[in-house]
């Protein structure tokens, strides 16, 4: 049986979040002990602090939702969300230059790795295959093997479509087994969420995780009847 809850990242990337949003996101996350919790970098020191020994990870995202910013400022982002308590950072890779054709995608994403490894930290990189083609997907994988990153993830929820399955088994297809595939954007079922695990996915990074945990329990639930 799948142990769906070490698959799920619960999720909360909203403009309007409050304190009292951070709060349930947390609580649910302890409670169900999610394999991490993303958020906003501005409350990585209370989520810190709220999580303390938790075998939860901590996960921020880095140049979002569109990776415009210059790699200089993509790493001063990174050195401040690790010094205040991120165990992961989701990078948003350069999808300008990339689309530019322009080899710099690459030299960003082996900054940042290098930056992560060395304090212990873990970097996914979100390709946004929403603007991808499959031939790109494929090439972008590689860019992010190549580079060093740990995990490549799907999106970041701003494009017109998130993950998909048929996205989620080219990635697997492509990378390696020590390079993780992170599933988001659009994740709001059950069985939709198995159907990426099968896929491939070892993460699934959802606002929806609780309900999705609910859902589970059910189905899952002894008849005893």
Known sequence: MVKLNRYLESTLLKPTMTAKDLDLLLADAIDEQFVGVCVP???LKKARRELQDQDIQLVTVIGFPFGFED???????AQEAIRQGADELDLVWSQTAYHSGM????IEIAQL????????RVLKVIIETAYLSAEQIREACLICQDAGADYVKTSTGYAPSGAKVEDIQLMRETLPSTVGIKASGGIKSLDFALELIAAGADRIGTSSAKVIMEAY???TK????
């Open 41 to 43: 970098s501005f409350w």
């Open 71 to 77: 790699t200089a400022t993509k790493v001063a982002e």
């Open 103 to 106: 080899n710099w995608p690459k």
């Open 113 to 120: 790795a290098k930056l992560c490894h060395a304090e212990e």
């Open 217 to 219: 329990r059910l189905r």
């Open 222 to 225: 002894p008849n005893l009847g």
